[in-house]
Every structure is written in structure tokens, then in C-alpha cells.
């Protein structure tokens, strides 16, 4: 049985494309403003967010710069890249359509 803070498989980018399109933000910041912005409804552990930001930094989604954080800590900041704000875009209008099919078919009234 899933858990409520278990993400949606496929999300992951999605999500972390949505952080990154707000303003750039490290790591830990963006785990953060996820689970902030969600109401502590959807957390994503470091073994996952790590290896999804690598990715998303492979595909030339996003781009990442050392600075200092405000607590004066060396950190990776993201932010999103042209290219990622089209897959942004891409991936929101996939999730639009698959969101409302599947709210459709569990609102059916029962015989």
C-alpha cells in the first residue's frame, strides 16, 4: 500500500522542474520548498532527489553553479534552462491531461 508522501511515479521531474522554474535553489532548498508548498504532503529523500537533479543537469534541463548559501555553506545551485522551461511546459500539459482522465474516471457514479 502507497504511502501520502510517496510520489507519483513520473513526477519527480516534473516537480523539480516547478521549483526550479520559482527561482534558482540547492538541493536541500528544494526538498524543502516541495514539502512547504505541498502542505508536508510530498517529500523526496536525498537518494532520490540527488540522482533526479544529475539528470535533469544531463538532459541541459538545468544548470548548476556553486555559491554560498545564506548560512555562508559552499552549495550546488540549479536553475532551469530554456530548454528546461519547454519540458516544463511539456510535462505540466501531460500531467493536465493524465490528472483530469484519471479524476474523471474515479468520480464515474457507481452502480
Excluded: C
Excluded at 528544494?30 to 537518494?47: A, C, F, P, T, W
Amino acid at each position: 500500500m502507497s504511502k501520502p508522501n510517496d510520489l507519483v511515479q513520473g513526477t519527480l521531474d516534473l516537480l523539480l522542474l516547478k521549483m526550479l522554474a520559482l527561482e534558482p535553489l540547492h538541493g536541500w532548498a528544494i526538498s524543502l520548498r516541495l514539502k512547504s508548498i505541498s502542505g508536508d504532503v510530498l517529500q523526496v529523500s536525498e537518494g532520490s532527489l540527488y540522482p533526479a537533479l544529475h539528470k535533469l543537469e544531463q538532459e541541459g534541463w538545468i544548470a548548476a553553479e556553486w555559491k554560498q548559501t545564506e548560512n555562508n555553506r559552499r552549495a550546488k545551485f540549479y536553475s532551469l534552462t530554456r530548454l528546461g522551461r519547454k519540458q516544463l511546459e511539456s510535462e505540466a500539459a501531460n500531467w493536465q491531461r493524465l490528472s483530469a482522465a484519471i479524476s474523471h474516471v474515479i468520480q464515474i457514479a457507481e452502480v
